[in-house]
């Protein structure tokens, strides 16, 4: 692993750190020739997935896409770039664990809102109104009732690692 600062090709680990999925690795790195600090980024190869939208195209799973929605529909939260990016981690790990390659953009869009739910209730709305096309009103007290029936409990769950970092 080369040096941004100085090209040098040693450097000591200072931290090392798994998203939840245990897909990828973060660390965090000093150089043993002129003391930069820089990360690094590890992350498995993956099989390709195909997303199926709702007009019945095609298109291969773009984790930075996600991503970008995410990020519009957390923006002025609260919630943390790590945060979004640990729920990105979560919902890739899950695709690359099913038997299937094929996946709805329905499924994600509901798998991104069962998470983004405990993160903040501002960005769960924001997010279930792009991706189901709120047409009115009704639209959005359904979504609030499935909001609260989620923040209840009752709808899935979510990983012990992205509500610590809320409560953090
Ligand atoms: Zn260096």
């Known amino acids: 692993m080369q040096c941004p600062a100085c090209r040098h090709t040693d450097s000591r680990v200072l931290e090392s750190r798994s998203s939840e999925s245990g897909r990828s690795v973060r660390r965090r790195r000093e150089c043993l020739s002129c003391g930069h600090r820089f990360t690094t980024y590890e992350r498995?190869?993956?099989?390709?997935?195909?997303?199926?939208?709702?007009?019945?195209?095609?298109?291969?799973?773009?984790?930075?896409?996600?991503?970008?929605?995410?990020?519009?529909?957390?923006?002025?939260?609260?919630?943390?770039?790590?945060?979004?990016?640990?729920?990105?981690?979560?919902?890739?790990?899950?695709?690359?664990?099913?038997?299937?390659?094929?996946?709805?953009?329905?499924?994600?869009?509901?798998?991104?809102?069962?998470?983004?739910?405990?993160?903040?209730?501002?960005?769960?709305?924001?997010?279930?109104?792009?991706?189901?096309?709120?047409?009115?009103?009704?639209?959005?007290v359904e979504t609030l009732d499935r909001l609260q029936d989620l923040n209840r409990g009752e709808v899935g769950d979510i990983p012990a690692a992205v509500t610590s970092l809320t409560s953090a």
Do not use: H, W
């Open 44 to 140: 498995v190869e993956f099989v390709p997935i195909s997303v199926i939208k709702r007009n019945g195209d095609r298109e291969s799973f773009d984790r930075s896409k996600l991503l970008r929605g995410i990020v519009r529909a957390c923006e002025k939260t609260g919630v943390s770039a790590q945060q979004m990016d640990l729920l990105v981690d979560e919902i890739e790990g899950t695709l690359q664990q099913r038997s299937s390659r094929d996946v709805q953009s329905s499924e994600i869009g509901e798998m991104v809102l069962q998470q983004i739910g405990k993160l903040s209730e501002v960005a769960y709305i924001r997010f279930a109104s792009v991706y189901r096309q709120f047409r009115g009103v009704r639209d959005f």
